[in-house]
């Protein structure tokens, strides 16, 4: 049974009118989506519905305006709220043959997939939707079961946050790309002993990391086909080791802090303070670090492994059809826009993610502030290292939530002295094994 990366279940929704709103006729589209006002066809009404603030529900009826300029015959209506209670709505509004025509996704995107309730937008391809400067691990990710039915509405791509003026104090060279496992642990203890007590090189993201590490190695967390782990208990072993031996050295944040100072709390994390160095964070989190500490952050990927640095681009979230719209050709065409059009790449801006064509980015670039200049800058070099360095986009598995616990629990349990690296890995192992009900 496959399943998808849990970013996270959001949002509540407003009201529920009719699913596929519309007009009289369903004709062929006059022109594609980011050209000039059409021709006369019979007229369509679309319903839209996303999650998010104020701030968000504004850019997005301003894009949805403009695209109805561009596309007199279609009609938008769009609907917002904030993210509790939106997928609770959702399942309603889809058990009652009622949703929208247009719906937001996000890490639960295959779920929906599996309920056969998403549009296949293959037939649109090369048509009414072009995804041909479209990232391939974002049609990737967007592809189930063979079919088309979800398009990226922007991108991250997780990489290490450098604070470039700690390195400087400790007159150690930023790292560029390409850099090891091996130089990451040593640049790591080199930081902290030069500066001194209360500093440190890194964050620990043994749990964090781990997907990458084995992506690394031609392994994965979990085989979505067969349904079971893919990786062996050892890997683990290594993995755990890596970080424990960093930790004896004094290159890591101490257990302790990291529980008070998680580096996932952006207003609590000691990179933000100036206590340390580096932190794996994805790209969109970086504009957020940066507001909070006077010091230059920088993004450099991830440590290479045998086989590449295992990062591809990550949906944040994206758009679906619903599979009984009566205007699957406006509804392509909407999707279109959203990913292809300047107006709306300029009016929607990062606040999904990066966009996720390489044309958009650079659009973005021209008048982009020093800040998201890195963000686009960083993830543009993700992007052309994935296509020689290609990997498979990755799901999180059923009961994440679960097994992410478990891996936490393991970490500060050998970070704390309570369990050696082998048992606290076999105890997480074998918990993994019963979460997952299977074998590797």
Not at 189 to 209: A, C, D, P, R
Not at 324 to 337: C, G, I, Q, R, S
Not at 370 to 393: C, G, H, M, W
């Amino acid at each position: 049974m496959r399943r998808h990366l849990g970013v996270g279940m959001m949002a509540l929704l407003l009201a529920g009118t009719t699913a596929c709103s519309g007009g009289s006729g369903n004709k062929e589209n006059a022109g594609a989506a980011g050209g000039g006002p059409e021709t006369s066809v019979d007229q369509v009404e679309l319903r839209i519905m996303w999650w998010g603030d104020q701030k968000r529900a504004d850019r997005t009826n301003e894009a949805l305006r403009k695209f109805e300029e561009k596309h007199p015959h279609i009609k938008v209506i769009g609907e917002f709220a904030p993210s509790s209670g939106y997928f609770d709505k959702l399942n309603t509004q889809l058990a009652s043959g009622t949703a929208p025509d247009v719906f937001f996704l996000g890490g639960n995107v295959i779920d929906y997939s599996e309920k056969g309730v998403l549009l296949d937008l293959q037939p649109y391809v090369d048509k009414e939707l072009k995804l041909a400067d479209m990232d391939k691990a974002m049609v990737e990710y967007g592809t189930l079961d063979g079919k088309l039915v979800h398009i990226s509405a922007g991108a991250n791509a997780r990489g290490m946050a450098i604070n470039t003026e700690l390195f400087k104090k400790a007159g150690v060279p930023v790292p560029a790309d390409g850099w090891t496992w091996e130089e990451y642990s040593r640049i790591s203890q080199e930081i902290s002993k030069k500066l001194g007590k209360g500093y440190y090189g890194t964050y620990n993201f043994t749990v964090e990391g781990m997907d990458i590490y084995l992506k690394q190695r031609g392994k994965q967390l979990y085989d979505m086909g067969q349904g079971k782990l893919s990786f062996e208990e050892q890997d683990a072993v290594d993995w755990f080791n890596y970080w424990n031996d960093m930790y004896k050295k004094g290159g890591i944040v101490t257990p302790d802090l990291q529980v008070s100072n998680p580096p996932g709390d952006t207003s609590k994390s000691l990179l933000v303070t100036g206590k340390v160095a580096m932190s794996l964070i994805p790209s969109n989190q970086f504009t957020a670090h940066q507001n909070l500490i006077q010091d230059t952050l920088t993004m450099v990927q991830v440590p290479r492994g045998p086989k590449g640095t295992g990062v591809v681009f990550e949906s944040s979230q994206g758009l679906s059809g619903y599979a009984k719209t009566e205007h699957p050709k406006e509804v392509a065409t909407l999707m279109n826009y959203w990913v292809n059009d300047p107006d709306a790449a300029r009016i929607l801006g990062s606040d999904r993610g990066v966009p996720v064509t390489s044309k958009m980015r650079e659009l973005l670039m021209l008048d982009a502030s020093a800040q998201e200049q890195i963000v686009y800058d960083y993830t543009n070099r993700v992007s052309e290292a994935t296509l020689k360095e290609p990997f498979a986009v990755s799901y999180n598995p059923p009961n994440f939530t679960e097994f992410s616990k478990l891996a936490e629990t393991a970490v500060q349990e050998i970070g704390f002295g309570q369990k050696s690296v082998e048992q606290g890995v076999a105890d997480f192992y074998n918990g993994a094994l019963q979460i997952f009900g299977s074998t590797p």
